[in-house]
């Protein structure tokens, strides 16, 4: 006789619970789960959503750009596209014809003179292609890592004076003599002065890189000597040059901020270190890099300053207050640039949630899973258990916000061009009443909406045996109060975690980049000064849009946006308006006064040219803000949607999905502790297979790639 499936409620639709729901529905489980997933409003994808709203066109949360590290999210969305087996034919029958290698990134850095420049950066392919399935899950050993380091160092400087370079190497093309000592081979390449400062440079790169992957060389006390020696180098030979040239600053800082991570994660024991990168995570990014002497040309770097950016790494998103933990800052910035497969960044070729989360919709629609949509958590009841006894999830309790007619299942997904897509808002006609919701302008998705039409009780043991709470870490306190007021250290996770405001901006524009006045490829800048610092040229997706009169190129600009920590209340009704009203203002200020550092040919006496702008229903507009309106403006303000952050101190305060600290809940997001503590799709697809792990101890903790905790 066989046993009942175990049944598993996962409260959040973001990519978190879309790997546990994948794990836990493998067919190898044979059925042992039965998972319902339960979401608030209309779509899937936290953070991740997007939708198609008029001319097809899509809109995004933000800008969402894969990176080569990420083996676990390539992992799942390659298998879930195996699955899906869509028609050869099909625009998207793999992941690979979705997510495109995209090399060419870079950050606005203005020469010495105050020129304006931007600085440009092609990352070489990496070996293979990011969640190969045949690649080992295990990670890099720490000489490994030290190998990779000094391989990027090299590329580097033979990317920077390449025909110098080369000609330095074939005067030396071996760089060690097997008869030295290590320390000897570099202090001899340091006396060759005569093949330039660079060259010399390359060769003391290329003989550490061969002493780190040797296994009769290496020690930590000869890669400590080798590094302080380059180090000294660098700063007796290149720093001198930096001050009459832009590119030799660009490279000097590059190669200090790699060495000093260097020598500090051997000064400071990182690597034979019981917590690991774990050990510094007390410590801001810049204060340990200073700590360890990196200069302060570097500490002030338009580079360093990206790595901020990317990840919104500023407290209450404020750009004068950058703060991120070291210990997150350097694992992230290791598993990046030394870990990377195929490209270092890949771009979809569609929304993110027509890319990722309607393939994941089918394929676990297939296999069983039931999707509540239109379900708000409001509270997850503990049971009355003695202090000394580990509580349960004993009831859970929703406002549903809408039904279906007729009592049919919610069917989310639309046709564009044979693709299955979201829509930007509910298909209001499978709604009981949905066109007078729509009339009324309800939002199913804002935290400021409390309509309902039925309350729910969910009973352990009749409508559930196990509970994954995968919302957004600002939701956390709003749906788990009892959570945080039996265990203090939820409640100190909840105030020590922050979480950041975003805001997001898309233009379509009747020219293209070229004639707009940027000189190069198409490229992912920051830096840019105003409201938005960051820009990524996204006309790859104009084609599978449908304007009337189609664009010739499409931006996308987002950046963290002010606020304080502490929401308003929920009835406060005017709070989101208000800054719906003024990142309005924000935009039109950007393209008036900011937009012309990229695009000089956009602006004219008067500021931006406003009828450049092209509208989804093939109006033209003149004037400023009627054609600002006709594009796409988004604040990301739901706590939901808050951008998870890594402040210094911050990541012991996080909880895992091993926790266990509810016998039949557990965890996951990007604001749990689950191998790689920042906000982004990785962190939260491998806290997503660790709690399928809590669960049914499938998949192996050693199967989930980077997982390097005890």
Not at 453 to 458: A, M
Not at 513 to 542: F, K
Request: glycine share 8%; proline share 6%.
């Amino acid at each position: 006789m066989t046993s009942e499936p175990t049944k598993v409620a996962i409260i959040g639709g973001g990519c978190s619970a879309m790997a546990t729901a994948f794990d836990l529905t493998r067919p190898e489980l044979e059925g042992q789960y039965q998972v319902t997933i339960f979401q608030q409003g209309f779509r899937l994808g936290g953070k991740g959503a997007s939708g198609r709203g008029p001319g097809d066109r899509i809109e995004e949360h933000g800008l969402h750009i894969f990176m080569g590290f990420y083996e676990n999210a390539f992992r799942l969305i390659r298998e879930c596209y195996r699955e899906l087996d869509r028609p050869s034919t099909s625009r998207f029958s793999d992941w690979d014809d979705v997510f495109k290698p995209d090399r060419l990134t870079g950050v606005k850095d203005d020469h010495h003179d105050g020129t304006a420049s931007h600085w440009l950066t092609w990352f070489p392919p990496g070996a293979g292609t990011p969640g190969d399935p045949d690649a080992p899950p295990r990670m890099f050993s720490a000489s490994e890592y030290m190998a990779r380091g000094f391989q990027l160092l090299e590329a580097t400087l033979l990317s920077a004076r390449r025909d110098e370079v080369l000609d330095a190497k074939e005067e030396n093309p071996e760089g060690l003599s097997p008869s030295s000592t290590p320390i000897e081979q570099v202090s001899r390449i340091f006396r060759l002065g005569q093949l330039g400062s660079i060259a010399v440079a390359v060769e003391a790169v290329h003989a550490a890189r061969l002493i780190a992957e040797s296994p009769t060389l290496i020690s930590f006390p000869v890669l400590a000597k080798v590094v302080d020696m380059l180090s000294e180098f660098v700063n007796r030979r290149v720093h001198a040059l930096v001050s009459r040239d832009t590119e030799m600053k660009r490279l000097f800082e590059l190669i200090d901020l790699t060495l000093t991570a260097m020598r500090g994660s051997l000064q400071d024991g990182l690597i034979s270190h019981p917590d690991g990168f774990d050990a510094i995570s007390d410590l801001d990014w810049r204060e340990w890099l200073k700590k360890h002497g990196a200069t302060e040309l570097t500490l002030n770097s338009s580079f360093l300053d990206t790595l901020y950016n990317i990840a919104f790494s500023y407290e209450q998103g404020d750009l004068r207050r950058p703060n991120a933990g070291a210990g997150e800052a350097l694992r992230c910035a290791v598993r990046a640039f030394l870990t990377y497969r195929g490209s270092f960044f890949y771009k979809m070729q569609t929304g993110m949630g027509d890319a990722v989360f309607a393939p994941f919709y089918e394929v676990l629609r297939r296999r069983g899973v039931r999707f509540e949509f239109f379900h708000r958590l409001r509270n997850l009841q503990l049971s009355t258990a003695l202090s000394s006894q580990t509580p349960s999830i004993e009831e859970m309790h929703f406002d549903v916000q809408a039904r279906c007619k007729d009592g049919h299942d919610y069917l989310p997904l639309v046709d564009v061009d044979g693709i299955p897509c979201w829509p930007s808002e509910p298909l209001w006609d499978q709604l009981l009443d949905g066109r007078e919701s729509k009339d009324k302008g309800v939002d199913f998705e804002s935290h400021w909406d409390a309509t309902t039409v039925e309350n729910l009780r969910l009973k352990v043991g009749e409508d559930f045996d196990a509970v994954v709470l995968a919302v957004g870490l600002g939701e956390v306190p709003f749906v788990a109060g009892e959570l945080l007021e039996r265990f203090p250290h939820w409640k100190r996770m909840t105030e020590k975690v922050k979480t950041v405001a975003t805001k997001a901006f898309q233009v379509w524009v009747s020219e293209d980049i070229e004639a707009l006045g940027w000189r190069d490829d198409s490229v992912n800048l920051t830096g840019i000064p105003g409201p938005y610092e960051t820009w990524a040229d996204m006309t790859h997706l104009i084609a599978h849009e449908s304007f009337p009169k189609e664009p010739k190129s499409l931006a996308y600009f987002c950046s963290s946006l002010i606020t304080p920590d502490e929401l308003p209340a929920q009835d406060d009704f005017e709070y989101k308006a208000s800054y719906e009203a003024a990142i309005v203002v924000d935009s039109q200020r950007y393209l008036n006064e900011n937009i012309g550092t990229v695009w000089p040919n956009a602006v004219d006496e008067n500021g931006f040219r406003w009828a450049l702008l092209v509208d989804p229903d093939g109006e033209e507009y003149q004037d400023p803000e009627s054609s600002l309106r006709s594009q796409y403006i988004r604040v990301n303000l739901n706590p939901t949607d808050r951008y998870v952050l890594f402040t210094a101190g911050s990541s012991k305060h996080r909880i895992s999905p091993l926790d266990y600290d509810v016998s039949n809940m557990t965890v996951a997001g990007d604001w749990t502790d689950a191998g790689l503590n920042v906000g982004c799709v990785e962190a939260a697809m491998m806290s997503g297979r660790v709690a399928a792990h809590a669960i049914s101890t499938y998949p192996a903790l050693e199967d989930i790639p980077g997982f390097d905790h005890p």
